[in-house]
Nanobody, 126 residues
């Protein structure tokens, strides 16, 4: 089981970026992968989660309406399309197993284990 994130970079405010997370080894029935981020000096924040149960998605209030999570048809890759980026979106972004409880996103477990990809830096600056 492995997650690998990519696609970060430097973008101007108002710009867009798409992050990708390559997922391997997961059973589709128990598939729930999302995005988390951590800015310098701040706590980790859940950004979005996509689960195999009805393709359910959830977003944090800070990104709702600007970010979109999706997957490819083969359930191999999770994407995070980030539009209208703001300087406060600057952070290291991680893909990880996630879970949804009453619409709230948390780190999830796959057969008892958390799985994280290496982070990818997103910097929003003029």
């Amino acid at each position: 089981v492995q997650l690998q994130a990519s696609g970060g970079g430097l973008v101007q405010p108002g710009g867009s970026l798409r992050l990708s997370c390559a997922a391997s080894g997961f059973t589709r029935q128990y598939w729930a992968i999302g995005w988390f981020r951590q800015a310098p000096g701040k706590e980790r924040e859940a950004v979005s989660c996509l689960t195999s149960g009805g393709d359910t998605t959830a977003y944090s209030d800070s990104v709702k309406g600007r970010f979109t999570i999706s997957r490819d048809d083969a359930w191999n890759t999770v994407y995070l399309q980030m539009n209208s980026l703001k300087p406060e979106d600057t952070a290291v972004y991680y893909c990880a197993t996630c879970t949804l409880r009453s619409g709230s996103i948390s780190v999830g477990y796959y057969f008892g284990e958390e799985y994280w990809g290496k982070g990818t830096q997103v910097t929003v600056s003029s």
